[in-house]
């Protein structure tokens, strides 16, 4: 009888896997053949070949950690979805409205309270991101792109709950590490930073120094821990290819 029972237990295991590798493997394909290196996005080619990201988004309406949660038994097993989710939503938008930036879509960041279906719930972005993947982990702010250039940029692939850990760790470096969101200026004492900084402020606890964690330089701490930090300006343009200077 107990046989039985951990057998079943099992089967059901890989049915669930590769239900959700045939499902994420959607949203891996659009990324990997129309994200580039540097995270812009072709939309217009999305647009054009719709199939993959339209059966990844059917998969988001019917399924999530709320509704099916045996299919995510693990918090990075969760995380990964949410961040997925978030970033094929972004794209879903963008690829509704191909001549605005995300700002233009709404009423300005009213577009954050847009509501989708998400495992038969309606669901904004703005709680995916605040009320859900902000409790969990504060890398979330470099794995989840608003479409904007400022914005993290999309990678080539999707998040997976075995890799997420190394996954999110890696995107932190990089944008870290991207002058254009951290800018060490070092004759004046002054830090130039992505004002996803300021605004996510509280997650980071002492910015300096969780900035410094993932610097891959050899920077010492006590050095700049007192620069005066300074904030850049967001640039909202899209993040679609040929649109970035807009």
């Excluded at 089967?11 to 959607?26: A, M, P, T």
């Excluded at 879903?92 to 009423?107: G, H």
């Excluded at 997976?160 to 850990?165: A, D, I, N, Q, R």
């Excluded at 930090?229 to 679609?240: E, R």
């Amino acid at each position: 009888m107990v046989y039985f029972f951990f057998s079943n237990i099992l089967i059901f295991s890989f049915i669930f896997s590769d239900y959700l590798d045939r499902e994420y493997s959607h949203l891996d394909s659009v990324l990997s053949n129309y994200v580039d290196s540097n995270g812009l996005v072709n939309y217009q080619a999305i647009i054009d070949s719709p199939y993959n990201i339209n059966n990844y988004l059917d998969f988001v309406k019917q399924v999530s950690p709320i509704s099916h949660p045996h299919f995510f038994p693990t918090k990075n097993d969760r995380l990964a979805y949410w961040i997925n989710t978030y970033n094929a939503l972004i794209i879903k938008l963008m690829i509704d409205n191909p001549d605005k930036n995300i700002l233009e879509i709404s009423f300005g960041h009213m577009i954050w309270f847009t509501k989708f279906k998400v495992g038969s719930k309606m669901i904004s972005l703005y709680k995916i991101e605040n009320q859900i993947l902000r409790k969990i982990d504060p890398r979330i702010h470099f794995a989840i792109s608003c479409g904007s250039t400022s914005c993290p940029p999309l990678g080539k692939r999707i998040f997976l709950g075995e890799t997420v850990e190394a996954q999110l760790d890696q995107k932190t470096v990089n944008f870290i590490n991207d002058t254009k969101n951290v800018y060490f200026d070092h004759d004046k004492k002054t830090l130039y930073l992505n004002k996803i900084f300021k605004w996510y402020k509280k997650d980071f606890g002492n910015v300096v120094q969780f900035i410094h964690r993932y610097l891959s330089g050899d920077i010492d701490y006590s050095l700049i821990k007192n620069y005066t930090i300074k904030y850049n300006n967001y640039n909202w343009a899209s993040n679609g290819l040929n649109k970035t200077n807009n």
